[in-house]
């Protein structure tokens, strides 16, 4: 098993500017679904891929947009950036059914 | 109201102490899982539960679907169970997690 892995691990980007972050799956999972963690508060869903397609979206505005790829890895893009989009970004693949979840260890996004 | 309520917020134990954090959902669900995060943002799942109960070492998960209740017990209790412990409902056909506000375990010598 290869785990979950996300990358950078930590961005600084200047308000306005535009941010992609990367997010590789566990082997095997077909499900990436990606997280924003602002300070102190729990995760919120920002949507869904499975097999290259979303599946399923937050309460986040369309300047947030996401890729999967065919080897289901997947990428969230943030267009526009907000100083409230300072968070932990984090990424899970898992099967389709939500079961054999595994957490990526996060991007930190601060955006000044 | 959120969807997915945890009690309590906060808990400090001393080790080997019998531990409890309640989970609360008003969501449908087909499934529920408690999470495990560590300062620094790694987030693991210690369970997926459907109905009953799981147990993996000192942990164990239970859940009454109809009562629309979980809980997450820590057994013998160690310092290195010292974490935020989330639960978070699995719903629709997106597979979404809603997820509580978390329970901050500090467990003391």
């Known amino acids: 098993e290869t785990g979950v892995t996300q990358s950078p691990t930590h961005l600084i980007k200047t308000r306005g500017q535009q941010v992609t972050l990367r997010c590789s799956s566990q082997?095997?999972?077909?499900?990436v679904s990606w997280y924003q963690q602002a300070l102190g508060q729990g995760p919120q869903f920002i949507f869904q891929y499975y097999r290259e397609e979303e599946n399923g979206r937050g309460n986040f505005p369309p300047r947030f947009s996401g890729l999967q790829f065919p080897n289901y890895s997947s990428e969230l893009n943030v267009n526009a950036l907000e100083l409230d989009d300072s968070a932990l970004y984090l990424c899970a693949s898992s099967f389709r059914d939500g079961q054999f979840l595994h957490f990526g260890n996060g991007t930190r996004l601060t955006v000044t | 109201k959120n969807e997915v309520e945890q009690s309590p917020q906060n808990l400090t134990a001393q080790e080997g102490e019998f531990i409890t954090i309640n989970c609360s959902y008003s969501?449908?669900?087909?499934?529920l899982h408690w999470l495990q995060q560590h300062p620094g943002g790694g987030i693991v799942s210690l369970f997926m539960l459907s109905s009953g109960k799981k147990k993996h070492g000192r942990l164990i998960a239970t859940i009454n679907i109809q009562e629309k209740h979980s809980s997450l017990h820590i057994t013998a209790s160690h310092p290195r169970d010292s974490a935020v412990y989330i639960c978070?409902?699995?719903?629709?056909?997106?597979?979404?997690?809603?997820f509580g506000t978390g329970t901050r375990l500090q467990v003391t010598l």
């Open positions: 978070a409902a699995l719903s629709g056909t997106a597979s979404k997690l809603t």
């Open positions: 969501v449908g669900i087909s499934a």
């Open positions: 082997s095997g999972h077909n499900t």
